[in-house]
């Protein structure tokens, strides 16, 4: 038994890959939070990933709708459980909250900028894009880097939970 109690003979289908966790599709996670390390006493999360190939960023070029559209349709998906405290998961939720408080709040003063008060539209649109690094510190447990062939890479664990598991064989 390692020192954050994952048995590896227990655990089938989980490995690392430098910073990445690997993970057979239907693995079943440690009982650690994927974001401390630390027990996870039975918290538990299912966290819907979706993923696509880089390549697909040059749609954006051909503009944002066309780009969401394409990603849609183009990506795969995947519904991982991943351990979490409740201390981590708080933290996910608030950034989450903070993100659409941003994001509604950029949105209102843009409509108002609209509507006669034309010096909003500056602060609407910083306040909608300082979401953006919001949500991508705050309120992601993990995201995925990679799915492909019935296997998820997965950014964002803990490198005390990484260090526990096997290095992946490929």
């Given amino acids: 038994m390692s020192t954050l109690g994952i048995d590896p003979g227990i655990v089938h289908g989980v490995w690392r890959a430098g910073d990445r966790l690997v993970m057979a599709e239907d693995a079943k996670l440690p009982d650690r939070c994927v974001k401390t390390g630390l027990p996870a006493e039975g918290g538990w999360v299912e966290v819907r990933l979706r993923w696509h190939h880089p390549a697909l960023y040059l749609v954006l070029l051909a503009g944002i709708i066309l780009y969401f559209i394409v990603a849609y349709f183009a990506s795969t998906s995947v519904v991982v459980r991943v351990g979490v405290t409740d201390r981590a998961l708080s933290a996910a939720r608030r950034g989450w909250r903070l993100t659409w408080a941003l994001v509604l709040l950029g949105i209102a003063l843009c409509v108002a ?33 990679r799915i492909e062939h019935g296997y998820v890479w997965l950014a964002g664990v803990h490198p005390d939970y990484l260090a526990q598991l096997p290095e992946w064989p490929r």
């Fill in 113 to 145: 900028a609209a509507y006669g008060v034309p010096f909003l539209w500056a602060p609407g649109l910083a306040l909608a894009v300082a979401a953006i690094p919001v949500f991508l510190l705050h309120a992601r447990l993990v995201w995925p880097t």
